[in-house]
């Protein structure tokens, strides 16, 4: 509450109408609090994993299975309207292949076809085949440097997410982030808001003192369920999806000589960095 010399001010100031004074003031001093932590999603977010990575890797694991299933780019548009891989080859036989009669039982086939899958997409990054999307290997690094608490929020199985950071970024890159919450560490995926209270409690946090980025509308979802802000990078496949929700919507993060371009929102910026965050973040 305002303090003894506060009140005086306000005296001082020609004695505004004491509800008038007192939003004045919890506005001058809220804007004051910074920014706490920062929550990213990653594919499709982090770097374009969807369409050069995932899609590729099942392809490849289809391939080696003797399947001939082959998922294009548009299928795989579609595709993406499930959360989660396991889930994805499930409801492609439901709605492609009704009549698969797999070699095994049917959750023990999808567990080592995604299990392959994973391998593969695995070894598309260690080729050096999926790069991170501009800005955020900067952003990170302005995060780290401000002293913001870092965590991940995905559906992405941990093994995928640590190979990425470590191939992208640094061998040690996933001590960056204090809580990477990824794959089944949920029950309930994406737009579940699970994923995102998992990382608030796991940090002692409270949604208002953090900011997400996210790249879908499922992710803006489970976020805003949350209660959490988010800042939206959109890619080929979320571009049309509804981010009404979204503090800014963006095509990328951004860099100095490779400005985005705002999509909804405000921002009198060419890049997201931790000042335009912060400004996002108090309003």
């Given at each position: 509450m305002p303090r003894d010399r506060e009140w005086k001010q306000r005296?001082?100031?020609?004695?505004l109408p004491l509800t008038a004074w007192l939003a004045k003031y919890w506005s001058n001093h809220l804007a004051s609090i910074p920014i706490r932590t920062l929550i990213f999603?990653?594919?499709g977010t982090m770097a374009d994993t969807e369409r050069d990575g995932h899609r590729v890797a099942f392809n490849r694991a289809f391939a080696v299975a003797g399947l001939?299933?082959?998922w294009s780019t548009s299928l795989y548009g579609e595709l993406l309207t499930v959360t989660g891989g396991k889930e994805r080859i499930r409801y492609y036989l439901n709605q492609y292949k009704p009549n698969f009669d797999p070699p095994v039982d049917l959750d023990s086939f999808i567990a080592?076809?995604?299990?392959?899958?994973?391998?593969?997409?695995?070894?598309?990054?260690?080729?050096?085949?999926i790069p991170l999307r501009p800005g955020v290997e900067r952003l990170l690094s302005e995060a780290r440097t401000a002293g913001l608490r870092l965590a991940?929020?995905?559906?992405?199985?941990?093994?995928?997410?640590t190979a990425l950071l470590e191939t992208t970024l640094a061998p040690d890159a996933a001590a960056w982030f204090e809580v990477i919450a990824a794959g089944d560490i949920v029950p309930a995926k994406k737009p579940a808001p699970d994923v995102y209270h998992y990382v608030l409690d796991q940090m002692g946090l409270a949604a208002k003192d953090c900011l997400a980025i996210e790249d879908s509308h499922h992710g803006l979802r489970a976020a805003s369920q949350?209660?959490?802000?988010t800042v939206v990078t959109v890619n080929e496949y979320t571009q049309d999806q509804d981010f009404s929700e979204a503090v800014l919507v963006i095509d990328h993060l951004g860099e100095p000589d490779q400005p985005f371009t705002v999509l909804a929102g405000a921002a009198k910026a060419k890049y997201l960095d931790v000042a335009l965050l912060q400004r996002l973040y108090d309003h």
């Amino acid at each position: 509450m305002p303090r003894d010399r506060e009140w005086k001010q306000r005296s001082a100031s020609g004695n505004l109408p004491l509800t008038a004074w007192l939003a004045k003031y919890w506005s001058n001093h809220l804007a004051s609090i910074p920014i706490r932590t920062l929550i990213f999603d990653v594919d499709g977010t982090m770097a374009d994993t969807e369409r050069d990575g995932h899609r590729v890797a099942f392809n490849r694991a289809f391939a080696v299975a003797g399947l001939d299933w082959q998922w294009s780019t548009s299928l795989y548009g579609e595709l993406l309207t499930v959360t989660g891989g396991k889930e994805r080859i499930r409801y492609y036989l439901n709605q492609y292949k009704p009549n698969f009669d797999p070699p095994v039982d049917l959750d023990s086939f999808i567990a080592q076809l995604h299990a392959a899958k994973t391998k593969y997409y695995q070894q598309l990054l260690v080729e050096g085949n999926i790069p991170l999307r501009p800005g955020v290997e900067r952003l990170l690094s302005e995060a780290r440097t401000a002293g913001l608490r870092l965590a991940i929020a995905t559906t992405s199985s941990l093994s995928n997410v640590t190979a990425l950071l470590e191939t992208t970024l640094a061998p040690d890159a996933a001590a960056w982030f204090e809580v990477i919450a990824a794959g089944d560490i949920v029950p309930a995926k994406k737009p579940a808001p699970d994923v995102y209270h998992y990382v608030l409690d796991q940090m002692g946090l409270a949604a208002k003192d953090c900011l997400a980025i996210e790249d879908s509308h499922h992710g803006l979802r489970a976020a805003s369920q949350a209660g959490v802000k988010t800042v939206v990078t959109v890619n080929e496949y979320t571009q049309d999806q509804d981010f009404s929700e979204a503090v800014l919507v963006i095509d990328h993060l951004g860099e100095p000589d490779q400005p985005f371009t705002v999509l909804a929102g405000a921002a009198k910026a060419k890049y997201l960095d931790v000042a335009l965050l912060q400004r996002l973040y108090d309003h």
